[in-house]
């Protein structure tokens, strides 16, 4: 299983020089098992999407994590969506008011965007999830409702082999006092167990956080707290504050190391890096 | 290790972050956790009980009416909510573990998920003089 960034950032795209190197799109991951692609959130990464792997595909996946914008507004912009011949499946989150449908709609015409959903010409597939499992091709696929704003799922993804999970946008520390708390109460946690990677929401530091409780992010510090206490084999940082420089995210970078003296044998931390890829086998 | 559903995990969050006493239970009625106000009023720490069947918890406070009777487990507001899966709410004496009796109005509601799933229940609780 092929894991590859195509947007590591939160909230904004960003284009300027000193955040060229860790990426300026929002949120959106390549999931590749032989011919067999996933694509998770479709946030302006999803324009890096490769040429080549597209040409090859006549049927798309695409899992949302939630509906903000910054994780569907590459969608209108998704070329395969224009072609008749080919076949889209949107899976997202359920809402105990409106149908994914309804929800998409209110980005998928105008005034937000010129071509109604109606009119797009490719034979799109609905699939409303919550805590679900499915499988797709060799892929089987957990999702749950996390702590979030608004219905948001994350992903826990295996070929059998190994497990990928998915947690861009998560809270899970909101109202929760102190990490001895019996795991069954952390938001998101069965989903990260043992994961051999996981990619997780880490758009603040612990200063910035205070004022921004409640806003539905983490902090690096909690990050790597949670994926310690989940035990997965590596975390990259993700959903990278679109304040945050190449310069800064290193900074940050050093003294999370320091500070939380994580020992990268056991658990390697990296900050999510756009364009690069991991193949977990 | 089966985590619990977000509902019942923000309930729980919620619950730590009130100073209004919160009791929340499992859909089997079985109690999962309560926070420090309510402790106060229980007269256990919830470190000290842990999770309770609804056998045990419905009893071990000794629910009492104004006559000093037992009060009917299937009255108690959470067991009606239970039941039938609506709010409910009712007013009765409990010796805590204590052994203090205390005058409580209780509240409870459903735990139903966007998909109508029932995954619990809440019971907010006080004492009149507050």
């Known amino acids: 299983m092929k894991i590859r960034v195509l947007g590591t950032r939160g909230s904004l795209p960003i284009t300027k020089p000193e955040t060229k190197h860790y990426g300026g799109n929002t949120s959106c991951?390549?999931?590749?098992?032989?011919?067999?692609?996933?694509?998770?959130?479709?946030?302006?990464?999803?324009?890096?999407?490769?040429?080549?792997?597209?040409?090859?595909?006549?049927?798309?996946?695409?899992?949302?994590?939630?509906?903000?914008?910054?994780?569907?507004?590459?969608?209108?912009?998704?070329?395969?969506?224009?072609?008749?011949?080919?076949?889209?499946?949107?899976?997202?989150?359920?809402s105990s008011s409106k149908s994914l449908r309804d929800r998409l709609n209110r980005y998928l015409s105008p005034p937000l965007f010129p071509v109604h959903?109606?009119?797009?010409?490719?034979?799109?597939?609905?699939?409303?999830?919550s805590h679900s499992s499915f499988n797709i091709g060799k892929f089987h696929i957990e999702s749950n409702y996390i702590c979030h704003p608004g219905p948001t799922v994350g992903f826990r993804i295996s070929n059998g082999n190994s497990?990928?999970?998915?947690?861009?946008?998560?809270?899970?520390?909101?109202?929760?006092?102190?990490?001895d708390i019996d795991k069954k109460w952390i938001s998101g946690i069965e989903l990260a167990e043992k994961a051999d990677l996981l990619i997780h929401d880490s758009q603040?530091?612990?200063?910035?956080?205070?004022?921004?409780?409640?806003?539905?992010?983490?902090?690096?510090?909690?990050?790597?707290?949670f994926a310690e206490r989940a035990n997965v084999k590596k975390l990259l940082l993700f959903h990278h504050d679109p304040d945050h420089?190449?310069?800064?995210?290193?900074?940050?970078?050093?003294?999370?190391?320091?500070?939380?003296?994580?020992?990268?044998?056991?658990?390697?931390?990296?900050l999510a890096v756009e364009g690069k890829s991991f193949d977990l086998g | 290790?089966?985590?619990?559903?977000?509902?019942?995990?923000?309930?729980?969050?919620?619950?730590?972050?009130?100073?209004?006493?919160?009791?929340?239970?499992?859909?089997?009625?079985?109690?999962?956790?309560?926070?420090?106000?309510?402790?106060?009023?229980?007269?256990?720490?919830?470190?000290?009980?842990g999770e309770m069947p609804v056998e045990e918890w419905s009893t071990i406070f000794k629910p009492l009416?104004?006559?000093?009777?037992?009060?009917?487990?299937?009255?108690?507001?959470?067991?009606?909510?239970l039941s039938n899966q609506k709010?409910?709410?009712g007013s009765f004496w409990i010796e805590g573990l204590d052994k203090v009796k205390r005058s409580l109005n209780v509240t409870s509601y459903p735990i139903l998920s966007r998909s109508k799933d029932f995954l619990g229940a809440v019971a907010i609780f006080w004492t009149p003089e507050l």
């Not at chain 1, 959903?117 to 999830?129: G, V």
């Not at chain 2, 985590?3 to 929340?24: D, K, N, T």
């Open chain 1, 204 to 225: 603040y530091t612990d200063k910035e956080y205070e004022d921004k409780i409640g806003w539905g992010h983490c902090t690096f510090e909690n990050a790597v707290s």
């Open chain 2, 65 to 81: 009416d104004d006559a000093g009777n037992v009060f009917p487990p299937e009255k108690l507001p959470l067991v009606k909510t």
């Open chain 1, 163 to 179: 497990v990928f999970t998915y947690l861009p946008d998560h809270e899970h520390i909101l109202g929760v006092q102190g990490w």
């Open chain 1, 245 to 270: 420089t190449d310069k800064r995210l290193e900074e940050i970078y050093k003294h999370l190391l320091n500070q939380h003296k994580i020992n990268e044998i056991e658990l390697p931390v990296e």
């Open chain 1, 29 to 94: 991951i390549e999931v590749i098992q032989d011919d067999q692609l996933l694509i998770l959130d479709a946030g302006t990464g999803i324009l890096r999407l490769s040429k080549a792997i597209i040409a090859k595909q006549s049927e798309f996946n695409i899992l949302l994590t939630h509906l903000h914008i910054d994780h569907i507004q590459g969608l209108g912009f998704f070329k395969p969506l224009f072609n008749a011949s080919n076949e889209v499946h949107i899976w997202g989150p359920s």
């Open chain 1, 117 to 129: 959903y109606r009119d797009i010409p490719c034979k799109i597939h609905l699939h409303e999830i």
């Open chain 2, 1 to 49: 290790m089966a985590a619990h559903e977000i509902e019942l995990i923000l309930s729980r969050q919620l619950a730590e972050s009130l100073s209004v006493a919160i009791f929340i239970v499992d859909p089997g009625g079985n109690l999962l956790y309560y926070n420090e106000p309510a402790e106060d009023i229980l007269g256990k720490r919830f470190e000290d009980t």
């Open chain 2, 87 to 89: 709010p409910a709410h």
